[in-house]
């Protein structure tokens, strides 16, 4: 062949390789995605389905022993162009990005590299945004024919500025192919769950006490017809995730409950100094108004939580808002947040 | 033009091993599978063959320690991805096409591959990689455990080939042709670098590792060449027909003795990166891992002699150490392809 012939063949390939492909790209993969909270700084987050269990196999046995191990899931980083991960933000380029242990089971470990995470505090390198894509292996080793679970709770740390570590993640390992977490520990939505949008919650701390303001303007929210807080009254549980968490939880008496005109929902009043509670408003097709004050609020936090999140609970009922973007934030005395979407769960009692 | 069917193939299957992959996206260390064709033809994978692939210890089963990795992984290609270095884009898969992989040889035993819970262990084991379009988990994208068997504690370098292809039952695709991958324990892991200031000691231990590599490349092909030079000239006066004795008697000295000097190099090089690297410096390399890294610098010098002087097996098996032949000393410098023929 001629060189100018293979020339024109080549070019003739490049064309009809160039041509447009007949099939379909591929969906996204099972792996995790590594994310963070806020754009270009926040607390890092991990999206995945935490209430599947990691399913490991028999890879070597002896000696009575069985090691079994996956590799999936693995980690990936939220693409900055195409992807993001609910309530994810694609981590700024050039950060690094640390796993660390902190509990592990007995017979069970994590290999990420060249390093094992068998212990609590042990970390390893998983690699710098944006280009994050590692599969550690999972481990558990058991006696021969023994089924088991066992757990491994891991977060994600960076020493890159405006960034903070991510909440503690539980994995469930087994060998078990019919083993399912028990739903207590789940964090999947019941029937009488209601997650409800976020349009503006606002913390401030001053000397001697705190303040809360929460509107959350979400025409889904409904009542059904138990739900009736005048009879067995209301608990509101104030949560919030980070660095300096905090758990507060405020039982709304029946007698400081009113119906709103035409059954549209109901209207607490907190009148005593010892009820933080001042207002709040639950209306259904309209949403959710809360004002709060007084010291047995949390504390503006020194650094930005991660999430925060309230859970009003009546009878069985719940609804519930999350909220993880700061739009102001000043360490110890104020911050407001962004408007949220509805979480695709409610936190766990 | 009949010769299209022919040449794209062609093209395709070499830029599919000859190049290494571009940067960008997870792809950077995994394999591509493709195809030479948009909807058939022979089965890929893109991958730079060339590169070794790092293992870490993982566990010792019996007198046997296991090293394991996860990396590369099998893929596909997006839609916006193009052979190494071109501007011909990988075909893409339509929907439902699985992909098996098939070991075809692992180095007698010594490697191995799990994936999607099957160890393939065996010659002619496979399993499904994934199907193409599939909703994870059975899509293609898994990272199988690579393993190599090394027989000896940990701290013994080894490496093995594993060898295989793809396959799929999809009528209008060929089995990919048969790629072969080196696992290695060898390679040093990265250091890690402290955040809070330059990490002087992590630093000092790169430098260091360097500095002993080189070092001890240079004792390893140094002894091995004053070896084989004397055996040059030992030749070269039994070609002339002269008296071969006195320089056969430097050629044994220098050859057995280069045993003993390559043990006391490398405990050298191994005490140095131990003070730098070790617990008592930047702690980046365990004693283990270094006596591996150790291991591969001399394995690539023993290979290089090997390139240089033609039948230095040969030559090397001429001499015994304590009964046995003086190359299985230098398991690295492999027999040479023409070496049992011809005098020598």
Redesign the interface.
Known sequence: ?TARR?VV??S???T????P???????????MLVGATARSGGALAIHYDFARPVLV????S?SGVT?Y????P?F?AVDPQSQTGPGLEPIRDGV?IRVEATAVEADASF?V??ITLDAPGKSA?LGTAP?L?V???WRLVLPDGVLAARRISLRLTT?AAGYRPSSEYTFVLTNDPAFSIPTTTTTLPTARDQPLAGTRLALATGKAKTALQLIARDAGLSLDQGDDPRRDGATLRLTLQGPTPSDVRFALPPARWRALPRGRGFRFVGTAASEPVRSLRVQAGRGLVLRAEGSALPLVPPTPPDAIALVLEIGTRRWCLVFSDLARFRPSRRLVAAATPAPSSCPPP | ?P??SI??PL??LLLSVALPRSA???H??DFVVTSTE??GGQLLVSYDFTTAVPL????A??ETS?Y????P?F??A??DEFFPG????Y?????GIPIHVVLVDNDGGRASM?IN?V?LAQPGDSALVGT??????G???????WQLAVQGPPGTFSEARIAFKVSTTHPEYRDSPVYILTLTNGHL?PP?FA??GLDRASTRCQATAGKAAHAYANQVLSALRRCLDAVQIHRAQQTAGLDPSRAFAVAERRCVGAVDLLARGEAKAAALLRKRCGPDGSADFDDA?IQQHLGLVRCRSEQLIAATYFRARTYLSRFALAGRPLHERFPCVHQTAGEEEGPS
């Open positions: 062949m293979f063949l080549l003739l390939v490049t009809l390789a160039a041509a492909a007949s099939g379909v790209g591929e969906p996204s993969h099972v792996d196999t028999p890879s070597v002896d090691r191990t996956t590799t999936q693995g990936t690094p290999k590299g060249t390198p280009n894509h599969h550690g292996e020493t | 033009m010769c299209v040449v794209r093209i395709m960008g996206a997870h950077v260390v948009p909807a870490s210890f993982n566990f089963l019996g296991i394991s990795g996860t990396n992984g893929d596909t997006d839609g071109t501007s011909i884009p075909p893409i898969f339509p929907p799990k819970g160890t193409s379009g599939a909703l994870p988990p899509d293609l994208h898994r990272h199988p455990e892991p890690e955040a809070d891992v």
